[in-house]
């Protein structure tokens, strides 16, 4: 059974740094993209980064320059370096990996699969 465990939030200055972190475990064959998205109250949630296995990344657009997703394939794990924090910046990050190859009975599926969420707020 796949699971996504994601620590690392936290209550910091603006300026301030945080790193995310989130581990995948279970028997896992492979994972397409682990990301990271956010949710601010009354906001929709939100992709924030995204790292695909072969290490494309993509950001969305207010956090480039500041924040740097990173994975360790061989750990099912990815990083969220978040430098420059700022009070908007506050939310509910969740962790997201795509196109989770792995056992179920004896077959093998393919499936997304959320952490919880962990928060980070930025104090002005």
């Known amino acids: 059974h796949v699971q996504l465990q994601a620590s690392g939030g936290g209550l910091v200055q603006a300026g301030g740094s945080l790193r995310l972190s989130c581990a995948a475990s279970?028997?896992?064959?492979?994972?397409?993209?682990m990301g990271w998205y956010r949710q601010a109250p009354g906001k929709a949630r939100e992709l924030v980064a995204l790292m695909y296995s072969g290490g494309r990344t993509y950001y969305e657009d207010s956090v480039k320059g500041r924040f740097t997703i990173s994975r360790d394939n061989a750990q099912n794990t990815v990083y969220l370096q978040m430098n420059s924090l700022k009070p908007e910046d506050t939310a509910v990050y969740f962790c997201?990996?795509?196109?989770?190859?792995?056992?179920?009975?004896?077959?093998?599926?393919?499936?997304?699969?959320w952490g919880q969420g962990t928060q980070v707020t930025v104090s002005s």
């Open positions: 279970g028997t896992i064959f492979s994972i397409d993209a």
């Open positions: 997201n990996a795509e196109r989770v190859r792995a056992p179920v009975g004896d077959k093998v599926r393919e499936n997304d699969y």
